[in-house]
């Protein structure tokens, strides 16, 4: 198998090795990946090449069969491939591809979103969680004519310049930023995740320059750190008296834990969200939105200017509205957060049974494996993760790998669940993941 117009040899066994091919990358790509975590740095060993996905398995270029529990790092939602999905967009294929101009595949996906997501009630499309992010921000400040804008630390919003910024102490303060190369850091503000105390601080001191306070209502780019109600809560009566917007960034938890997104689910309204990954179906696409006094600034309506030659792309919008519809009419978010309370729960007692020190949160179908914590805390800030996690983790991980099943390669990236993934594969992969427990723990004591 293989795509004939590629020069590529898929035929040649010897060629069609993950290694040799990683090592041709090399040479021709920065650490022969185009995105970092997928090159294996933090759990060590080569990175598998793979050919072809299908449901909840992915195949190697060797051949090799695995549950996919990384899932493009969360848009496949349905699983890959899925047979609706993939018969709308070849019908797009063969009626448009890029128009450049107003069409009406986009304005049906705008309105299914403004009608689901309260707080959308408009939204502009873009094509990644990063676009939409750094769209969002610039409203937030072409409204308030403020430049701050705070984060909060363990919260990942894309590479966009001013949200690469280090993890610090929890302190409220400027810091250095994560990458060469980013000159607006200093307009970065942080505080520390479930830190009452520290929010209160910045806002006290430096609320009159912020013109938003972005977040990630369910963390999920620093393991799983789910926050109490009454923190997320009180972001907003901070940010409403200092005249700061609130940003949701549901780029992960968009149409993964809640029709409605988490801002639905808790009955919030933040000024403005970000969307992507499930939204675009698997497909390049991203959104931004919120409330309509806010989106009436972007241009060509207002004066924060914002545009893009691929965005709202037919085909991408296409994947995106025929996976949310189905999600809808079948009700699959609930479905796969139920299919994962099981899994879940299997997982900690075949842990437990192995005397693996690890436990499994989830929040719906997104879920995290972590050591055990000192009387078996919710960890909801970074700092709370036990230090051996990095060091424990990637012997596990390979442990899992050699048993056929992916798992996103970095201690602290969340898991999916899809769609595809049935109650009988799931069944499967916690007894592989079990077994991989209890093999690394050998590995690692022997
Ligand atoms: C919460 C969050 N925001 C933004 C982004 C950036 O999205 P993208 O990778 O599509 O640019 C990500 C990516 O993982 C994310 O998890």
Redesign the pocket.
């Given at each position: 198998m293989g795509n004939e117009f590629m020069s590529i040899d898929w035929n040649s066994e010897s060629e069609m090795k993950s290694e040799k091919l990683f090592e041709r990358s090399k040479k021709v790509s920065p650490g022969g990946v185009h995105?970092p975590v997928r090159a294996f740095k933090s759990v060590g060993g080569t990175p598998v090449f793979f050919k072809k996905s299908e449901g909840a398995h992915l195949y190697s270029v060797e051949g090799t069969k695995y549950i996919d529990f990384c899932q493009a790092?969360?848009p496949m939602i349905l699983g890959h491939r899925d047979p609706e999905v993939a018969e709308a967009v070849h019908r797009m294929i063969d009626q448009a591809w890029s128009l450049g101009a107003c069409e009406p595949f986009s304005l049906e996906l705008a309105e299914f979103l403004t009608s689901r997501v309260p707080a959308m009630e408009a939204v502009r499309f873009v094509s990644?969680?990063?676009?939409?992010?750094m769209s969002a921000l610039r409203v937030a400040r072409g409204v308030t004519g403020r430049k701050k804008v705070l984060k909060f630390d363990g919260?990942?919003?894309?590479?966009v310049d001013s949200?690469l910024v280090k993890a610090g102490s929890g302190l409220a303060g400027e810091v250095a930023s994560d990458s060469a190369g980013v000159s607006d850091a200093q307009e970065t503000l942080i505080t520390g995740l479930d830190d009452d105390a520290g929010l209160e601080k910045v806002f006290a001191e430096r609320g009159s320059e912020i013109a938003a306070i972005i977040l990630?209502p369910m963390?999920?780019?620093y393991g799983l750190l789910l926050q109490r109600k009454e923190f997320l809560e009180k972001i907003f009566v901070l940010a409403k008296k200092s005249g700061s917007l609130v940003i949701f960034?549901?780029?992960?938890?968009g149409f993964r834990v809640h029709p409605k997104g988490m801002a639905g689910m808790l009955g919030l309204t933040p000024d403005l969200l970000?969307y992507?990954?499930v939204v675009g179906g698997g497909f390049?696409l991203?959104a931004f939105g919120g409330k309509k006094v806010y989106m009436d600034y972007v241009a060509p309506q207002g004066p924060v200017y914002q545009a893009g030659t691929l965005s709202a792309n037919p085909v991408s919008v296409t994947a995106g509205i025929t996976t949310l519809k189905k999600l809808e009419r079948e009700s699959i978010i609930e479905k796969i957060g139920q299919r994962t309370d099981v899994f879940v729960e299997k997982l900690k007692a075949g842990f437990k049974a192995v005397d693996f020190p690890y436990t499994v949160v989830n929040q719906g179908s997104v879920f995290w494996m972590h050591p055990l914590t000192e009387g078996n805390k919710t960890i909801r800030a970074f700092p709370q993760i036990p230090a051996n996690h990095r060091t424990d983790y990637p012997g596990f991980f390979h442990a899992a790998l050699k048993r056929g099943v992916y798992l996103a390669p970095s201690a602290f990236e969340v898991a999916f669940v899809s769609n595809a993934h049935t109650p009988e594969i799931l069944a499967d992969a916690a007894d592989r993941l079990i077994d991989a427990a209890r093999a690394s723990m050998a590995q690692a004591s022997g």
């Open positions: 995105s790092f969360g990644s969680g990063t676009e939409a992010v919260c990942y919003h894309g590479h949200m990630e963390p999920a780019n960034d549901e780029v992960i938890s970000t992507g990954k390049p991203g």
